[in-house]
């Protein structure tokens, strides 16, 4: 399906397999726990990989809930190898040992990502769980002993941000060469612990030292899409390249283990496109007037500071999941650093790459704009 020229084609899913968890993690922002009831049969997962394969999906992320703990996650990796469509999986770490790292590697995951949100007490507290830290440790050791490619995934709040120094220490003594940080929402079991989510202060913070981390240089450090945006320090952060938005349905997919279909598996349960047991993903994919949030995006469709905002054609107010936790708006986010910036007087200075997509899209704001 396309619009305006633009092929719609999920080339990046992520896929919670099951949303069963051995964990009760104070961000998790699904709320996992038990297993479904109605969870994806062995052959209808199977028969979506292969109907995956044929729309031109290039990339699968095997997510939870816990993934390790749906017994038949190795047919599934092993059907999306067969199809050639690369896959990563994230895990919380405690049900990995050094067989399931060999699994790993015949099973051709590109990449494997490890949740670690601290160092030990502050990470069991968000885990909830008193041996989590340790396990993780391990899993991270074996992984690297084994050669298996891994990261390290956080998600950043005001419980765990004042450990980024000491975590990137620990993380490099074991060996770990990537780390992607995540700023908490206000989703699933967030919705109880608000005043965990970063304030605007300490989200600039946040990015302060992600930009000191990353000049660092002993470690890949990947920002999660619904950190920076534009203005100076958003530009710092993604060394002055545009930042486009929210990909979900688009070129982004989630889907549940029940079979339900978001465009992203971050986004709340409003945003389900229909379930693959009603209509094939192809048919809830090229449905029209689908994922219109952003196949549909408008200057109307953003309120507050995104709606005149000079990046508004670029960045679409940023991260809708967090958009939408924030102000109960698609676009209107305030977890922007460019009005974060406007707000303390900070004028921003746009990349030659931002200059002439301004001059494509929105040249009225080049009259303001200063050139880096």
């Known amino acids: 399906m396309s619009s305006n020229g633009f092929t719609f084609r999920p080339e990046n899913v992520v896929w919670e397999i099951t949303f069963a968890c051995n964990m009760q993690c104070i961000h998790c922002g699904t709320s996992a726990g038990k297993r479904r009831p109605d969870e994806l049969t062995t052959d209808e ?135 992607r940080i995540q700023m908490t929402t206000t989703t699933g079991r967030m919705k109880d612990h608000a005043n965990m989510v970063l304030s605007l202060d300490n989200y600039e913070r946040l990015i302060d030292k992600l930009i000191e981390l990353k000049k660092r240089g002993k470690m890949l450090i990947d920002v999660g899409e619904n950190i920076g945006y534009y203005g ?18 688009l070129r982004v997919a989630g889907i549940e283990s029940n079979g339900d279909v978001k465009g992203c598996l971050s986004m709340p349960e409003q945003f389900v496109e229909g379930n693959i047991r009603d209509s094939s993903f192809t048919e809830i994919w090229n449905k029209p007037n689908g994922f219109a949030y952003n196949r549909q995006f408008t200057k109307e469709t953003a309120s507050g500071a995104c709606h005149d905002c000079r990046y508004l054609p670029l960045c679409r107010g940023g991260c809708a999941t967090t958009s939408v936790s924030q102000s109960g708006c698609r676009a209107d986010n305030p977890f922007c650093m460019y009005q974060i910036e406007l707000k303390n007087g900070i004028e921003p200075i746009d990349s030659e790459n931002t200059l002439n997509l301004l001059r494509r899209f929105n040249p009225e704001a080049l009259k303001e704009s200063k050139a880096g």
């Open 45 to 179: 997962a199977l028969n979506l990989v292969d109907e995956l394969a044929d729309l031109g999906c290039k990339s699968l992320t095997i997510s939870g809930g816990e993934p390790l703990l749906r017994k038949d996650w190795r047919e599934l990796a092993a059907r999306a190898k067969e199809r050639e469509i690369t896959t990563y999986l994230i895990t919380n770490g405690f049900a990995v040992s050094p067989a399931v790292a060999d699994d790993f590697l015949r099973l051709g995951f590109k990449r494997i990502g490890v949740s670690i949100d601290g160092t030990e007490e502050v990470h069991n507290y968000i885990r909830q769980r008193p041996d989590s830290f340790a396990k993780c440790l391990r899993t991270i050791d074996i992984m690297h002993d084994k050669g298996v490619e891994y990261c390290v995934v956080t998600q950043v709040s005001n419980a765990n941000l004042g450990e980024l120094d000491a975590m990137y220490e620990m993380l490099l003594e074991h060996g770990c060469t990537g780390w």
């Open 232 to 249: 100076c320090k958003g530009s710092d952060l993604f060394d002055g390249m545009p930042y486009f938005g929210c990909y979900a349905g």
